[in-house]
Nanobody
């Protein structure tokens, strides 16, 4: 069982930056693949960024070049640096985890942190 706790959300003006953090406990972090998802009101949840335990990363087209996912295995944490934020980035952001060896599908989720971008 992996527990996740996000922090770092808030309100910012268009063009601003925020950094989300997610701390994990209950598993060997170096074996865990991490992801960030978001869900805006009335919309489906979408994957934003993913971090493999081999250093690989992947991004949604809508955030590529603006968002950066990183991880610190020593701190059991993953981060999402969000730059040049746009109003359409407004959503609840969730941290998710899965054991990389299990395959696709995130099994563990945080409680979410709100990001609001005003124009």
């Amino acid at each position: 069982q992996v527990q996740l706790v996000e922090s770092g959300g808030g309100s910012v003006q268009s063009g601003g930056s925020l950094r989300l953090s997610c701390g994990a406990s209950g598993g060997t972090f170096s074996r865990i693949c991490m992801g960030w998802f978001r869900q805006a009101p009335g919309k489906e949840r979408e994957g934003v960024a993913h971090s493999g335990n081999d250093g690989s990363t992947a991004y949604a087209a809508s955030v590529k070049g603006r968002f950066t996912i990183s991880r610190d295995n020593a701190k059991n944490s993953v981060y999402l640096q969000m730059n040049n934020l746009k109003p359409e980035d407004t959503a609840m952001y969730y941290c998710a985890a899965r054991f990389c060896s299990v395959g696709f599908g995130y099994a563990y989720w945080g409680q979410g942190t709100q990001v609001t971008v005003s124009s």
